[in-house]
C-alpha cells in the first residue's frame, strides 16, 4: 500500500463506535479523509476531525456532492474504499462508491435498507415475517389505519434512526398527536428531506434480539446474536444489550435465518447487517434492517467476547481487502445505558468510582457533565453514559454492568 492511498469515511456517529471506522482506517495504513456536510456537528471532544488526515465540508446527502467531493479531497492519491457507520448516509455512500467504482453495497439494497417502508414492502413480497403495516400521508388515513391494525400501534418515521419518532400509540387520539408530530418538519434529525407520512405497524409483543451479520465472498455469516434491553413505553430507548445471547440455541438459530431472509429479500449482498428482531409467542419477526455495523456498543461487545474487531474487518471490505472474522475467544460482554431520570440540568453523577470498584473490567464513560441540560430518555440521542463489563460468560458480564448501574445516582435540578 502506497502511503498516499486513501479511505474516506462519511458523515458519523458521536460516540466511540463512531470514530471506529477512522480508527481502523488508520491501523490499516490508510490516509482517511472525513467528509461531512456540518462539521460543526463534530466539534468538542476527540472527535472524527481530530482522527482524519483531512477534513472535507460537502453535501453528503447529495451523492454526486459527495463524488466531487472525494475527487478533490484524494487530488493525485487513490481511493481504496468508502464507508459510513450512520444509518442517515448509506444509501448516498452506496450510490457515490458504485459511481467511484468502489467496493460497496447495491444502491438498491442500500435504498431499501434505509426506507423502513421500503424493507416492509420487499420483506413482506418474499413472506418474511413481520408485523401488519400502512404508510398513511393524512391524519385521517393514520387513524383508519391504526384502527384496522389494532391498538395499541407503532408509528414511527420511515428514514429516521436512534429510536428518533418511534411511540407506542393506545389510542386514535395517540395516534393523530403523534402523525402531527412526526409531519411537523420535512427534514430529518440530520436535515435530509424526508418522505412526509408515517408508518403505522402492528406492535410486536416480545423481547427484542438483534443478528448481527457479515456477507463476504458471496456467503452471509452471522457473526452472533444480541439480548437488548429496551426502556419504557411510550418510547423505545436502548438501555443495554449482552453478547452473545443466552436465548436457546432454537430461538437464536431461528432469528439468524429471518435475519438472513430479510436480507436477502432486500437485496442485500455486501457487507455488515444489524438486523433487528423480535421473538413474539407467534415466532420471530423483523423489527428493521440496518445495512451497516450495530451501532451503540454492540461492536465493542463482540470485540470483548471474541476478539473479532468488526469495523476492522468492514474497513478491510470496503478496501476491496479480504475479512478475517473467524472468533479469537470465547468469552462475554454486556452494556448498560446511563440516562436521566427527570429533564432539567444535571446536577452531579455520584458512584462513578463505585460503579468502577464492582469488579476489573469494567468501563463507566460519561458523557453529559454538570451544567448540561439532560432529559428523560425518548431516544437514544439522550443517553448520558455508557456501562460496559467483560465477564467469562453473558449471565456475569450482565450482573456487573447491572451492578455498576446501580451505583450511580444521577442528580437533575429541574
Ligand atoms: N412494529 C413494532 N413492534 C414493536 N416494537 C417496535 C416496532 N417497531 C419498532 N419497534 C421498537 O422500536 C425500536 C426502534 O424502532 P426502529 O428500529 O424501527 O427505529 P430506528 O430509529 O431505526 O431504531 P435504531 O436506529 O435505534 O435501531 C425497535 O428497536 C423496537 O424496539
Ligand atoms: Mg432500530
Known amino acids: 500500500m502506497s502511503p498516499q492511498d486513501t479511505f474516506v469515511v462519511v458523515e458519523t456517529q458521536l460516540s466511540r463506535f463512531g470514530l471506529s471506522p477512522f480508527v481502523a482506517a488508520r ?15 463534530y466539534a468538542g471532544a476527540t472527535g472524527p476531525a481530530d482522527l482524519a ?26 481511493v481504496r474504499g468508502m464507508c459510513t457507520f450512520t444509518d442517515y448516509s448509506v444509501h448516498v455512500v452506496a450510490e457515490a462508491a458504485r459511481k467511484l467504482g468502489l467496493p460497496g453495497l447495491s444502491p438498491e439494497a442500500a435504498h431499501r435498507a434505509r426506507n423502513k417502508l421500503e424493507t416492509r414492502r420487499a420483506c413482506t413480497n418474499a413472506g418474511v415475517p413481520g408485523p401488519r403495516f400502512a404508510w398513511t400521508v393524512t391524519e385521517q388515513a393514520a387513524v383508519t389505519a391504526a384502527d384496522d391494525i389494532g391498538y395499541p400501534c407503532v408509528v414511527k418515521p ?23 408530530a412526526l409531519t411537523a418538519h420535512e427534514r430529518d434529525f440530520r436535515g435530509q428531506a424526508k418522505p412526509v407520512g408515517a408508518l403505522i405497524e402492528e406492535y410486536l409483543i416480545g ?12 456467503r452471509r455469516r452471522t457473526i452472533g446474536v444480541v439480548d437488548k434491553v429496551l426502556g419504557g413505553h411510550p418510547h423505545f430507548v436502548e438501555l443495554g444489550e449482552s453478547f452473545p445471547s443466552m436465548l436457546p440455541e432454537a430461538v437464536t438459530r431461528a432469528a439468524s435465518e429471518t ?16 438486523v433487528e428482531l423480535k421473538v413474539t409467542a407467534t415466532g420471530v419477526k423483523l423489527v428493521e434492517i440496518n445495512a451497516r455495523p450495530a451501532g451503540a456498543e454492540i461492536t465493542r461487545l463482540i470485540l470483548e467476547a471474541t476478539g473479532t474487531d468488526l469495523p476492522l474487518q468492514v474497513v478491510r471490505l470496503h478496501a476491496g481487502l479480504p475479512a478475517d472474522l473467524a472468533p479469537l475467544r470465547n468469552k462475554a460482554a454486556a452494556s448498560r445505558y446511563v440516562t436521566a431520570g427527570a429533564t432539567g440540568t444535571l446536577h452531579a453523577v455520584h458512584g462513578t468510582e463505585l460503579a468502577r470498584r464492582v469488579a476489573d473490567r469494567i468501563d463507566v464513560d460519561l458523557e453529559a457533565e454538570a451544567g448540561d441540560e439532560v432529559r428523560s430518555p425518548t431516544s437514544n440521542m439522550d443517553v448520558i453514559g455508557r456501562i460496559v463489563a467483560v465477564g467469562d460468560s453473558a449471565a456475569e458480564a450482565v450482573r456487573l454492568a447491572d451492578a455498576a448501574l446501580g451505583q450511580l445516582q444521577i442528580e437533575v435540578r429541574p
Not at 54 to 74: G, I, K, P, Y
Open 53 to 78: 488526515d483531512h477534513v472535507v465540508q460537502a453535501d453528503t446527502h447529495d451523492a454526486a456532492a459527495l463524488v466531487a467531493a472525494v475527487r478533490s479531497a484524494a487530488g493525485t492519491a487513490t
Open 207 to 218: 423481547y427484542e434480539l438483534s443478528v448481527e451479520s457479515v456477507l463476504t465472498g458471496g
Open 27 to 41: 491501523a490499516l495504513g490508510f490516509r482517511t479523509v472525513f467528509v461531512a456536510r456540518d462539521l460543526g456537528r
Open 259 to 274: 435475519a438472513h431472509a430479510a436480507l436477502d429479500a432486500i437485496g442485500h449482498e455486501f457487507g455488515a447487517a444489524h
Open 158 to 180: 420511515a428514514t429516521e434512526a436512534g429510536s428518533i419518532g418511534v411511540r407506542l400509540c393506545r389510542s386514535a387520539d395517540d395516534v393523530r398527536a403523534h402523525f402531527r
